[in-house]
């Protein structure tokens, strides 16, 4: 059933996300995970801001079942400004990250992002699937640094009655969800027998500023008048 942009609105701001049913284009998303897994078959890779260095990629930052949610939740002018391929190999008990919120690494002015976290494989619990406490979003935790850790940058005081909040994403290959730059989320290990590969875009405003490291911004939809950044010409 259609859902009033109303609706979707009231879920933004109160909950802090949007677990849309939506499909992403299945020939897009095919296009993508052949190219993502050419990629990952390589010795070595680059798993960030592949939306500027494929065109096969950037054809999915502006799918219909994206922007139908970004425009809702954004307005008429949209750019992307960072992409990020996460990838938790079968059997890798060294993959956890931590509860953290995305805007304690950001440097942005004002704060105002809209993560779209696609499932290239299908996700779940068991292969390290995606965790989130509704409502985080309207506080600021604090995040403390852990010396030697893989993800080093954490939430550690969460209290019990949020923690008995959390929950667990479940997403088919193709499917998505939409989150605030400020939502405490999380993932467990890949403990099971099946890679798990997602492929997360950041989205913002032209009124932003952008001064985080390796930013690639891209205008998806209407015109950048602002210019505060370099935009990215996509490759005809």
Known sequence: ?????????????DQGFILPDDFLSKSKIEKVIKFMNAQLAKSEIDIHNWHIRSNTVFNLCNDPAITKYLSIILGKEINIWRSVLFLKKAHSPESEISWHQDNAFWELTPQITASVWIALDDIDESNGGLQIIPKTHLRHFNHSLEIGSKFNFEVKDIPLALKENVLQIKRKRGQFIVFNENLLHRSDANNGSTRRAALCFRYTIPKVKIFHPLPALATVRGIDKYKFSKIWKKNS
């Open 1 to 13: 059933m259609k859902q009033k942009q109303s609706d979707i609105l009231s879920k933004w701001y």
